[in-house]
């Protein structure tokens, strides 16, 4: 059973960037769909990006596209999310997951595996 691992993540100013990493633990990245996904205090979880780790296609919600780029290192079996030009409205936390297979979906309840969560804080 794969054991996600998050780090990163932290504060930084409106503007920044800023790079969140998940790594697989006891198991492979090989085969699975894996993403992230993130929850503001008082608001539902959302998706947020999400990537083939045995393909190339990539996947990400509107608010970010074009600021954030998810990417893998398949001999480290990672995944990292490359959060740019972070507004104060990315504060969050930040959950990375993973599910067998080739399919991505936003919907989180979809996922069998999730991180512990990082916490992301973006100044004004």
């Known amino acids: 059973q794969v054991q996600l691992v998050e780090s990163g993540g932290g504060l930084v100013q409106a503007g920044g960037s800023l790079r969140v990493s998940c790594a697989a633990s006891g198991g492979s990245f090989s085969g699975y769909a894996v993403g992230w996904f993130r929850q503001a205090p008082g608001k539902e979880r959302e998706f947020v990006a999400a990537i083939r780790f045995s393909g190339s296609s990539t996947y990400y919600a509107n608010s970010v596209e074009g600021r954030f780029t998810i990417s893998k290192d398949i001999a480290k079996e990672s995944v990292y999310l490359h959060m740019n030009s972070l507004k104060p409205e990315d504060t969050a936390v930040y959950y990375c997951?993973?599910?067998?297979?080739?399919?991505?979906?936003?919907?989180?309840?979809?996922?069998?595996?999730w991180g512990q969560g990082i916490q992301v804080t973006v100044s004004s």
């Open positions: 997951v993973a599910r067998p297979g080739q399919i991505v979906t936003a919907r989180f309840t979809q996922y069998d595996y």
